[in-house]
């Protein structure tokens, strides 16, 4: 830990004071690339998202690698902005798929505006995201962004037949968590690593640890759906359940049922017959099964893995602080 | 004209022909890239357009461009499947922001799954498209794929605010015809010449030829709405005056319009009122002012270009044969 900041500060915002000027290099950037010339809802549809207040976790991750490997280059600025403009892509498809009309606490752009706005400009950020990335010529950092890329859509739409299926089991959550979440946070570090130059044991190492990140962040998320406080969340308790989502703690619970809670999974989930209670018995059967606290041992789990992962990457502040990020991302629930 | 096929038969086909080889393999990797090991609702969706029985006019251009220049290497395939895919994304996208149930005859991806499956199917060909791309190691090809890309976003978002506003001018249109069809031409073209090595000045009339080629397609796609043979085109008489698109015959005919016809075009596109006898005035307003006439000069005029642009391109059967193209392409509406 650095001596400048004080202990209590979250180590998010200790990452984005130390990174503040590369931070604010990122921002110049994706505010110069999402302009349009002939298409001003682009940048309006944009900004209402980016500018939403986001923690550009994402973009902080590929900032903090390349340095503490020692990266001088300009490019690691091009790449945060890359993996900011494919997640903010993501989240306007996401909102569409899901006929969301919330996030981070605002109305989303396809209530604001319409589907078709934001099904184009998340369209126009992916190939903006493209131009970006072939800008830094490294045609290495373009193969693991464009396998990111494809993971993330095949994610989605694994998640989409998951869904509401009972029989999704724990491998294929966790194939829709690689994609909708763990591939992102992994290619982010692993280009940092790779603009660099680091060696193919820390590039392995910083995979590694966005990956096992990425997944616990996940689960955490999805935890929270059952047991957050919403003031702090921005969610919704039983949001995922109304939407018939198989997450971990209910994949976790299905996998204990005895016949009548089968059943009553089979209904809420499956048919999508939900009543006054049935959220409150789903949360008893949670509590029931050891659900939640085995979720949450997961998450941890998975935290102690991108830990254990920064072992083989050179000691420096940022690695400290992105150690300390794993625990915070699982403090929430533990 | 080659001497082995007869003159009556349709340049396209006569690309197919003399390119079969090469388009055999482009839909072997297109059926191979197009799976997905999780996600099998993926190439279902994407088999459903592909295995259309579409023309394959784009890759047939890559595929066309690279072999007249000489190419002997394997990558104008990867190029030609790319550029495939990125066409295939376009449309699962466009049918859910035209909220469409038919094309090509058939019932659309959205009507058949939903808006859902659509969005990110077409995600993932987007991404698989970049991962064929990086497969072929050269930055200059995916620098112009990923221009490309921005354009054709970039465009359909433009056609979105221009669409129902009767200031939509003749130059807005042809920013919007650029990105929604001549974008992907004039890429599919140039890049089989970048890939080939061909020099600058060829590789730059290859671009004017594939950005001419897609504006006249267009253009013709347009008029044929207003006075085409349904049972050829496969579209509806004023399918575009219903959805209240504002196309070149219609900006040709409101430039023109006194303030009676300007009231109309004002209730019937702007406002969105349309009655009965609506589009028969609409026709008689587009021939009142030869409206059909001067559009169909200009695409005529834009297939001139595209062939003039072929007089610095290497002779070669494949040359007369975009050539030929040219002209079929304004056939059908003179």
Same mark, same amino acid.
Request: proline letters at 3%; aromatic letters at 6%; one cysteine or more.
């Given at each position: 830990?650095?001596?400048?900041?004080?202990?209590?500060?979250?180590?998010?915002?200790?990452?984005?004071?130390?990174?503040?000027?590369?931070?604010?290099?990122?921002?110049?950037?994706?505010?110069?690339?999402?302009?349009?010339?002939?298409?001003?809802?682009?940048?309006?549809?944009?900004?209402?998202?980016?500018?939403?207040?986001?923690?550009?976790?994402?973009?902080?991750?590929?900032?903090?690698?390349?340095?503490?490997?020692?990266?001088?280059?300009?490019?690691?600025?091009?790449?945060?902005?890359?993996?900011?403009?494919?997640?903010?892509?993501?989240?306007?498809?996401?909102?569409?798929?899901?006929?969301?009309?919330?996030?981070?606490?605002?109305?989303?752009?396809?209530?604001?505006?319409?589907?078709?706005?934001?099904?184009?400009?998340?369209?126009?950020?992916?190939?903006?995201?493209?131009?970006?990335?072939?800008?830094?010529?490294?045609?290495?950092?373009?193969?693991?962004?464009?396998?990111?890329?494809?993971?993330?859509?095949?994610?989605?739409?694994?998640?989409?037949?998951?869904?509401?299926?009972?029989?999704?089991?724990?491998?294929?959550?966790?194939?829709?968590?690689?994609?909708?979440?763990?591939?992102?946070?992994?290619?982010?570090?692993?280009?940092?690593?790779?603009?660099?130059?680091?060696?193919?044991?820390?590039?392995?190492?910083?995979?590694?640890?966005?990956?096992?990140?990425?997944?616990?962040?996940?689960?955490?998320?999805?935890?929270?759906?059952?047991?957050?406080?919403?003031?702090?969340?921005?969610?919704?308790?039983?949001?995922?359940?109304?939407?018939?989502?198989?997450?971990?703690?209910?994949?976790? /619970?299905? @996998? =204990? &049922?005895? %016949? !009548?809670?089968? #059943?009553?999974?089979?209904?809420?989930?499956?048919?999508? +017959?939900?009543? *006054?209670?049935?959220?409150?018995?789903?949360?008893?059967?949670?509590?029931?099964?050891?659900?939640?606290?085995?979720?949450?041992?997961?998450?941890?789990?998975?935290? /102690?893995? @991108? =830990? &254990?992962? %920064? !072992?083989?990457? #050179?000691?420096?502040?940022?690695?400290?602080?992105?150690? +300390?990020?794993? *625990?915070?991302?699982?403090?929430?629930?533990?």
């Amino acid at each position: 830990m650095s001596l400048d900041t004080p202990a209590a500060t979250k180590p998010h915002e200790r990452l984005a004071t130390h990174l503040a000027e590369d931070m604010d290099a990122v921002n110049v950037l994706i505010r110069e690339r999402m302009a349009s010339e002939h298409a001003p809802r682009i940048p309006e549809v944009t900004a209402h998202l980016v500018e939403a207040g986001g923690k550009r976790l994402r973009p902080m991750l590929t900032l903090a690698t390349a340095r503490l490997c020692g990266y001088t280059g300009p490019y690691h600025v091009h790449l945060a902005a890359t993996v900011e403009f494919i997640h903010t892509a993501t989240l306007l498809h996401d909102d569409v798929v899901d006929e969301s009309n919330q996030r981070r606490g605002r109305p989303t752009a396809n209530l604001l505006w319409d589907n078709q706005s934001s099904v184009l400009v998340g369209d126009y950020l992916f190939a903006r995201s493209f131009q970006l990335m072939v800008e830094t010529g490294s045609l290495r950092v373009l193969d693991i962004l464009a396998n990111a890329a494809a993971t993330i859509a095949e994610g989605e739409v694994l998640q989409l037949s998951a869904a509401q299926d009972l029989a999704t089991d724990e491998d294929i959550y966790l194939k829709v968590v690689r994609g909708k979440t763990a591939a992102l946070f992994s290619a982010a570090t692993e280009v940092g690593g790779v603009i660099a130059g680091a060696d193919e044991a820390q590039v392995r190492a910083l995979f590694t640890y966005g990956d096992a990140l990425g997944i616990a962040f996940q689960i955490v998320d999805d935890l929270l759906d059952y047991g957050g406080d919403s003031t702090k969340t921005g969610k919704n308790i039983g949001d995922d359940f109304r939407e018939r989502k198989l997450t971990l703690p209910v994949i976790k /619970a299905v @996998a =204990k &049922a005895d %016949l !009548e809670e089968r #059943a009553f999974w089979s209904r809420v989930i499956e048919k999508g +017959d939900q009543r *006054d209670g049935d959220l409150e018995h789903a949360l008893a059967l949670l509590d029931r099964h050891g659900a939640m606290a085995a979720t949450r041992a997961d998450a941890v789990a998975y935290a /102690a893995q @991108a =830990k &254990a992962a %920064l !072992e083989a990457v #050179a000691p420096h502040p940022l690695t400290d602080m992105l150690r +300390d990020l794993a *625990d915070y991302v699982v403090a929430r629930v533990t």
